[in-house]
Nanobody
């Protein structure tokens, strides 16, 4: 069984930065395709970023140039570096991972495992 644990959330002023971490246990991230999603109050959970086995990255349009997803296979951890944060980035951020290569990287239903989330609040 794969377990994902997020950390690094908090409160930051607009324009600031945060780095989220997602540590996996039960399976190596080198065997998984990880991604980040977020859910704001009253809204559906939405795709933020993903990284493939070959290191290719994918981003939601509104975070391109501001967020960077990366992985450290030795630490079995995936990161989401967030910069130039905006109040509209406020949400609970979830780490997710899928076993296979099928399914769209930006679809919630493609992912097999989820963390419990970490709150990110950006104040104006």
């Amino acid at each position: 069984q794969v377990q994902l644990v997020e950390s690094g959330g908090g409160v930051v002023q607009a324009g600031g930065s945060l780095r989220l971490s997602c540590a996996a246990s039960g399976r190596s991230f080198s065997q998984l395709r990880p991604g980040w999603f977020r859910q704001a109050p009253g809204k559906e959970r939405e795709f933020v970023a993903a990284i493939g086995w070959n290191g290719r990255t994918y981003y939601k349009d509104s975070v391109k140039g501001r967020f960077t997803i990366s992985r450290d296979n030795a630490e079995n951890t995936v990161y989401l570096q967030m910069s130039s944060l905006k109040p509209e980035d406020t949400a609970v951020y979830y780490c997710a991972a899928k076993l296979g290569g099928s399914g769209s990287y930006d679809s919630r239903i493609s992912y097999d495992y989820w963390g419990v989330g970490t709150q990110v609040t950006v104040s104006s």
